[in-house]
C-alpha cells in the first residue's frame, strides 16, 4: 500500500515535471511570460512559507525582499555590466544579513513583532527604492535589463528564460527539501508546533526561527534577481506592500507548511486573473470571496483539505485491517 | 557523594500568590529523590524555576556547582539537565522515532553538521534503542499523536533521556498512566538510574510509585519545604500526615 503509494507519487511528479517542460514549447510569448512569472514568485512563496509554514512567524516584508533582489539584478547588470550570478551572490547576503538584523531585536521581545518590524520595513523599502534616485533611478525605473548567458546560452528568447526560471525553481525546491529533511526542519517544526517544550530539548529556538526568517528573505531575494531579467524593466511599484500580502496569500491559499503549497499557491495568484479576466472588474472581488471561504472551510489551505482527506483514508484503512485481525482471532479455533 | 543539584531559598510569587516561598536543598549523584505535596503547592513552579522557564523572585540554583540560574532552558538542556512536563508534550505529527531524534539531535555536532549531516543526525540506531528500551517498537513509524495516552506518556518520558542527561526532573510521569504501564515506567527509571548514573527528582501522587522508586522523599506544603528524608521517615512524619497525607484526596 505504501510501496505503490510511494510508486503513484514518483510517476506523478515525473508526469508533472516532463509537461513542465515539453507543454510550454509551443506557447505564444504571453503564456511563457505567465509560466515563468509562476517559477519565481514560487521561489519568493517557499521562502515565505519556510518561515511562516515551518517556523511559525508572520512576515510581511517578503515583497520587499523580492524587490531588493531585484534592483540588485537590475542596477548589477546594466549599470555595473556585470553578470546574474554576481547580482544572485549580493541579494543572497544582502537579504539574509538584512533578515537576521530586522529579526534579532523582534524576536528579543515577543514573537509577534515581527510582523510589525517587517511592516515597516517593507515601508522602508518602498521609500529607498522609489526616492534614492541616485542608485534606483527612481520612479523612472530601469530598463533593458539584460537576461543572462545560462553555461554559453543565451536566454534572451522566452523560451529559454522560461526554461531558466524552471531550473531555478528545481534547484531551489531541491535545497529546500533538502532543508526541511534535516535536523533543522525537525527543529523548525518543534518551535512551530511547541516551543516550550522545543526549548527545554536543547533546540535553541531564537537561533532557529532567526535562520528560517533570514533563508526565507534571502529566498526573496533569489526570486528578485529572476524577477528583473524576466520584466527587463523594474520601478517600485510592484514591490509594494501588496506584493508581500500578495505572497502571504499564496503560502496560506496553497497551505502553509505544506511542501507543495506554495506551487500551488502561487500558480493560483498568477492563473487566476487571467482567467478571470472575462469578470473584468471584479476579479478581486472574487478572489477575496474565494480565499475567505477557502480559509473558513479550511484553515490549512487547500493541501489541508487533501491531507485531511488521506489521513481518514489511511484510519479507515488502519481500522479495516484491526477489524479483519480480531475477527481472525475469534474464528481462530 | 557530590551533589548534582544545589537549590538554596528559591522564591517565586505570581503577584500576590507566593508559589515558591524559600525552599532550598540538595541532590545527591545517583539518587532519586521524590518530591510531593497537594496541588497547588509549587511542586511544578519550583522545577519551572530549576530549569529556567520561569526566572525565580529570589535565590540561586546551581548544578554541579556552577550556578545557572538565568540560564535559558536550552543553554541548560545542553548541560545535562532535562525534564518532562505535567502535561503531555510530544510532537503529534512527528513519528515516535522522530519525537526521539528531535529530542538528541542538539547534544551533538554544531549548526553546520546539523544542516549538511544525515538527515537522522546519526541518532537512528541510539532512538531505535531507547524505544526498544521503553517497549515501544511496534509504534516506532506511528504519528505520537496516534498513540494511547500511556504510550505517549512512556515516549515523552523516553524523550528526556536521549540526550544522556545527568539530571532529569520528571513532573508526574505516571499520572493518567494505567498500572501496567506505571510498573512499566518505575522499572525503567530504576534500571537507568542503576546503569546510566542518572540523578531523578520525581513529582508523583502515587504513593506507592514515590515510596518504593525513590531513596529520599521531599514534602512541599504552601510553596515551603515541610519535610525530608527517606520514605519511612517522611510517611511516620505527624507534620505531613497532618498537612498532606491525612486529608487530601490522595490514595496512600
Ligand atoms: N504562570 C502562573 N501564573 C500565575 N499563577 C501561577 C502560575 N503558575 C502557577 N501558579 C500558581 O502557583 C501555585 C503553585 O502552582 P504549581 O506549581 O502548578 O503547583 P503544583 O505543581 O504543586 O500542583 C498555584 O497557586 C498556581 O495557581
Ligand atoms: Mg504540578
Redesign the interface.
Known sequence: MTATGKYLRIALGIAVIAALIIVPMNFNRYGLYILSQWAVMTIAAMGLNLTLGYAGQVSLAQGAFVGIGAYAAAIMTTQGGMPLIAALGVAIVLCFAIGWILGYPALRVQHHYLAFVTLAFSTLAFLVFRNEDWLTKGIYGISNIPRPNVMGFATNRPLPFYYFCLGSLALVSLAMWW?I????G??F??LR??P??A???????R?YTL?AFAIGSALGGVAGTLYAPLTQYIDPVPFNLSLSLDLLMMVIVGGSGFFFGPFLGAMIAVLLPEWLRFTQGYYLMLYAVAVMLLLIYSPTGILGILDRYLAERRTKAASALRAVAKSRLETAP | MTAVLEVTNVKKSFGGIKAVDGVSFDVQEGEILGLIGPNGCGKSTLFNCILGQLTPTDGEVKVDGKIVTGLRPSELNRLGVSRTFQLLQVFPKLSVRENLILAGQEHQGNMMSRLFGPSDAGLSAAADQMIGFFKLDHLATEAAGGLSYGQQKLLDAAMAFMGGPRLVLLDEPAGGVNLTMLGDLKERLAAINREKRATFVVIEHNMEFVMSLCTRVMVMAEGKLLAMGTPAEVRANPAVIEAYLGHCGIDP
Open positions: 532543508l529533511r534535516s535536523p533543522w525537525r527543529a517544526v518543534a508546533e511547541n516550550v517544550r526549548l527545554s530539548l536543547g533546540i535553541d529556538t537561533r535562520m
